[in-house]
């Protein structure tokens, strides 16, 4: 059964830095490009950052919002994408998904206050 | 950026009845590839979204062929033959070609 588990969410202040783990099983990893959206409390769905798989350079992409303070990674031998996010802002706040597209996970909850 | 808009923003069915939402982007969908890289999802209450459709008109394995995508380039359509109940929930299209831009969701109730 394909599985994606978001872990690393909590409760932090501005300015000050997280790292999310998408821990995937049930299919080859390697094979599939892995995308971070975020969805604020009772709004839509925002893509922060996408990471390729190898077959297409491993290459990264960000939305305008996050780019220089985002990085998306990922460890193909450990099926684990990371999302290390830096300089968080207030409006960083949002239940963050991993997925292939196809499948998602259940969302790993980002709370920035001070 | 590609912006994605939706018609309508909610929708009342009466369950047995058909229901259509409207997608438009920005841009043109269509890849160099040949393929137009449209999809749409369902998000119940509490719960991670789903992909209905993807390329525009392939339902995703598991899906009801009540569901049916169709469109091109910059015009798409989500059509339910008969809305069930477990229809109910925010619908988005997606743009799969640039930064996965979702529209800003359809949400569907029962009348």
């Known amino acids: 059964e394909v599985q994606l588990v978001e872990s690393g969410g909590g409760l932090v202040q501005p300015g000050r830095s997280l790292r999310l783990s998408c821990t995937a099983s049930?299919?080859?990893?390697?094979?599939?490009?892995m995308t971070w959206f975020r969805q604020a409390p009772g709004k839509g769905l925002e893509c922060v950052g996408i990471?390729?798989?190898?077959?297409?350079?491993?290459?990264?992409d960000y939305a305008a919002s996050v780019k220089g303070r985002f990085t998306a990674s990922r460890d193909d031998s450990k099926r684990i994408a990371y999302l290390q996010m830096n300089s968080l802002k207030i409006e960083d706040t949002g239940l963050y998904y991993c997925?292939?597209?196809?499948?998602w996970g259940q969302g790993t909850m980002v709370i920035v206050s001070s | 950026d590609i912006v994605m808009t939706q018609t309508p923003l909610s929708l009342s069915v009466t369950p047995g009845q058909p229901a259509s939402i409207s997608c438009k982007s920005s841009?043109?969908?269509?890849?160099?590839?040949?393929?137009?890289?449209l999809y749409w999802y369902l998000q119940k209450s509490g719960q991670s979204p789903q992909v209905l459709i993807y390329?525009?008109?392939s339902r995703f394995s598991g899906v009801p062929d009540r569901f049916s995508g169709s469109g091109s380039g910059t015009d798409f359509t989500l059509k339910i033959s008969r809305v069930e109940a477990e229809d109910v929930g925010v619908y988005y299209c997606?743009?799969?070609?640039?930064?996965?831009?979702f529209g800003p969701g359809t949400t569907v109730d029962l009348k």
């Open positions: 390329e525009v008109s």
């Open positions: 997925t292939t597209l196809w499948r």
């Open positions: 049930g299919f080859t990893f390697a094979d599939f490009t």
């Open positions: 990471i390729r798989s190898k077959v297409y350079g491993g290459t990264t």
């Open positions: 841009q043109s969908l269509l890849h160099s590839d040949g393929k137009t890289y």
């Open positions: 997606m743009e799969g070609i640039h930064l996965f831009t």
